[in-house]
């Protein structure tokens, strides 16, 4: 049975039992999540200054969310009215930075694989090269999994913890 994440996020069920729905999703069910259902959880669980009438920025920062091999999604943000970004770190052999890239092209799912940027790297005797950051439909959907749990623990962190209920001393 397929489960649509795009509706089933946001039904009222116990936060416990939505974390159990995000792990049991295949790999063809987490990338069908839409922008609009990240643009709804990063307005709904993001951390930022919403209060202000010229910028509405919220960001959701993620943990374990990367390809296994040189660069890591560290958070999500909204900038702007409907643009979602990744904050994405790449890490070389003798340098690292941080390059941003659109949640649109990130959740394309017509490439079997995405580079999210690169990093230039150049040596003492002159040669250069790029080393890319390249996501596969698995890293993809590992990223998007690590955004709806923490979806879930930012929102609901006070009944996750206590099961909502504040002990007595």
Request: proline share 1%.
């Amino acid at each position: 049975m397929a489960v649509n994440i795009n509706i089933e996020l946001f039904k009222r069920y116990a936060p416990k039992k939505k974390l159990e729905i995000i792990n049991a999703l295949t790999e063809n069910e987490l990338l069908a999540i839409t922008n609009n259902t990240i643009l709804r959880i990063i307005k709904e669980a993001g951390r930022g200054d919403s209060n202000k009438t010229r910028c509405k920025y919220k960001t959701l920062f993620l943990s374990d969310a990367g390809n296994n091999w040189n660069s890591k999604v560290t958070n999500i943000y909204n900038w702007k009215k409907d643009e979602v970004y990744l904050s994405v770190y790449i890490q070389g052999d003798d340098t690292d930075t941080y390059v941003t890239y659109k949640l649109r092209d990130f959740l394309d799912n017509r490439y079997e694989e995405q580079c999210l940027g690169h990093i230039e790297e150049s040596f003492r005797n002159g040669y250069s090269h790029k080393k890319p950051a390249n996501y596969n439909r698995a890293d993809r959907a590992r990223v998007i999994k690590a955004i709806l749990t923490a979806y879930v623990e930012c929102k609901y962190e006070s009944k996750l913890k206590g099961n909502g209920k504040q002990e007595s001393n």
